[in-house]
């Protein structure tokens, strides 16, 4: 191969090290895989050339190709076989101390190769630091099931040869994987951008806002995710979601942002792990997830009128919609006695907007109006601690007219996708600032890793800088807390105008 790779070592013959060494033998490699077990080497051989039998039952390979791609994997009885290898692969235990011990190990056998680890949380500067070859050691990270996740982050350690990640990215190309650079820091792209989803939704869960399962269907319906954050952390299971949440939290030093929570510690204590236990934040039946069942909007024979505030956000577009669903608008500069109040903001609860605005508390519901109703499937609304029963009903028929599903919320300081959304972006864009990646890879990285509908840029450059930046201002009013104060890479573009696709100049 042009790149210089003609032989891969792979050691660990786990999922990781079986998808690498598949993968790898697709590219044109010849393959030699180890482990400490040699009966994990023949069983993950055997695994890849029966996945490689099913392709050629299905069409998808001839068998000529098959049985080529057969004689590229080799079984290694001693770590010594690894000797020739142009480039080692670990895919072994993430513990630093075992990682090291091997990297030592590797670099006195295979003086010529580069050392790769597959790490997904640890330094590798602290894997590499010391080490005879530590200007080879560079980070290497898949994701499972490897085949099938397109993308790898290469992460060079502090003192690897500058020249080695370039080979590395040409490498990941050649298996059919998109390479991401990305600096040795916790957590590297996918797992630092991905803390945004995931831990605000489990504060906005364990502030009573709403229940796990209403969480999930509003950023799923709302905001396009493929899987809400409750049931993605069962399919991931909290054995290994809550550990990567602490161990990003405290190597970034109790970073305020990536706070876990108590919410999954009980769980993980408890054994409620997820879809693996038969029990998580959902229940599982035979491996299926059981679902409560959708709640029906309340028959409300009569709808009482319905004024809208105007500091309300996109006003216009509520308007339009409340003709569609046939309501009686009222447009006078005060609401009538017996109007329901509709207010749209952007991170203020709606309680303190009913209050500075002098608007009365009983009557007043919020709607979250973040995204054009146009394309999202579901809609969001939010009561006051005092909100009226029949006010609330009213609203909640209402808005259920045209069949689109409707969720009605506690009040909080933004709504479920406000803060998310937000609260992602910002993440992201602090990656930027920190110099972490550039902005294309990581959105890139996070839509191929996460399956996320777009990368956080992307979603913060079609919501606009300017709402969302009003969105964690206002948050940071209302709850006094550093994680939602916004990044200066954000704010920046907020101040300009400028898209936040655009590279730094």
């Not at 993605?232 to 929570?261: A, K, W």
Request: charged fraction near 20%; hydrophobic fraction near 45%; glycine fraction near 8%.
């Amino acid at each position: 191969m042009e790149i210089g790779f003609s032989t891969v070592g792979i050691v660990g013959a786990g999922a990781m090290g079986r998808g690498i060494a598949q993968i790898a033998a697709e590219a044109g490699c010849q393959v030699i895989v180890f482990d400490q077990q040699p009966e994990q080497v023949s069983a993950a051989t055997e695994q890849i050339r029966a996945q490689w039998h099913r392709q050629v039952a299905k069409g998808r390979r001839s068998a000529q190709d098959a049985h080529t791609l057969f004689e590229r994997i080799h079984d290694a009885v001693a770590m010594e076989d690894l000797a020739a290898c142009d480039i080692v692969v670990e895919a072994i235990v993430e513990n630093l101390a075992i990682k090291r011990q091997l990297m030592a190990q590797l670099g006195k056998l295979c003086p010529a190769a580069v050392l790769a680890t597959n790490t997904s949380s640890l330094s590798v500067t602290a894997i590499a630091s010391g080490q005879d070859r530590e200007s080879h050691i560079v980070g290497f990270h898949f994701f499972n099931p490897v085949p099938l996740m397109k993308v790898v982050e290469v992460i060079p350690g502090l003192n690897t040869d500058p020249a080695v990640a370039p080979r590395l990215c040409a490498l990941a190309r050649a298996m059919g994987h998109t390479p991401v650079m990305a600096l040795d820091t916790p957590g590297f792209i996918v797992n630092h951008a991905g803390r945004g989803f995931v831990t605000e939704a489990l504060r906005i869960h364990g502030e009573q806002v709403a229940d796990f399962a209403t969480i999930d269907q509003i950023l799923t319906d709302q905001a396009g995710f493929k899987l809400g954050p409750f049931e993605l952390m069962d399919l991931t299971g909290l054995d290994v979601s809550h550990p990567v949440m602490e161990s990003i939290y405290n190597q970034f030093y109790q970073e305020p942002r990536y706070r876990p929570s108590v919410t999954t510690a009980q769980r993980l204590t408890a054994g409620v792990l997820g879809r693996k236990t038969g029990a998580g934040f959902y229940r599982y039946t035979e491996g299926q997830i059981q679902r409560p069942e959708p709640v029906r909007p309340p028959n409300v024979a009569v709808c009482p009128p319905v004024w809208v505030s105007p500091k309300a956000a996109r006003r216009a577009d509520i308007y339009r919609l409340l003709k569609t669903l046939d309501a009686h608008i009222e447009t006078a500069a005060a609401p009538s006695a017996q109007a329901l109040i509709l207010v749209a903001p952007l991170g203020l609860d709606v309680t303190t907007l009913a209050a500075v605005d002098q608007l009365d508390p009983g009557r007043t519901m919020g709607i979250d109006m973040l995204l054009d109703d146009q394309t999202t499937r579901r809609r969001v609304l939010a009561t006051t601690p005092a909100t009226r029963a029949d006010i609330r009903d009213a609203a909640w028929a209402l808005f259920s007219r045209d069949g689109k599903p409707v969720s009605v919320i506690r009040d909080s300081g933004g709504f479920v996708t406000q803060r998310v959304l937000a609260h992602m972006v910002n993440i992201a864009a602090d990656m930027c600032q920190q110099g972490i990646c550039t902005p294309t890879d990581l959105d890139t990285a996070v839509t191929l890793g996460l399956g996320y509908p777009n990368g956080p840029l992307h979603l913060g450059d079609a919501i606009g800088p300017g709402n969302l930046l009003e969105v964690l201002f206002n948050m940071q009013t209302v709850y006094g807390d550093p994680r939602y104060r916004p990044s200066p890479w954000l704010r920046r573009r907020g101040a300009l105008g400028l898209s936040l696709l655009q590279e730094e100049l």
